[in-house]
């Protein structure tokens, strides 16, 4: 299975669940954070990529498939999934401490 692939069949999965959850829980996105959190493997991130427009009412996380960075951004008021972007190996810089 290729990469994007892979994330593809994550997103699915996270999308089906949270659907099936927002049907039983009477939510109002597509996407929650406590779905994402248990779908799909991820890092927090210390504060929003600065091109993705967020301020603090947001918060964002990031999965990293290959050379493929996904930020995935989420609302503080709703904790529901508000924008995704994918970064390429030469649009980002990873730093482990």
Do not use: Q, W
């Not at 991820?42 to 091109?51: K, N």
């Amino acid at each position: 299975m290729t990469r994007s692939r892979f994330l593809t069949t994550i997103m699915l999965f996270g999308l089906t669940a949270g659907a099936a959850m927002a049907e039983s829980h009477e939510m109002k996105c597509a996407l929650s954070y406590e779905v994402f959190e248990s779908s799909v493997p991820h890092t927090d991130m210390e504060e929003c990529p600065a091109s993705m427009g967020h301020g603090e009412d947001s918060f964002c996380r990031v999965a990293v498939v290959a050379e493929v960075a996904t930020v995935f951004v989420f609302s503080y008021d709703t904790s529901c999934l508000t924008e995704t972007r994918s970064f390429y190996e030469d649009e980002f810089t990873m730093v482990i401490n």
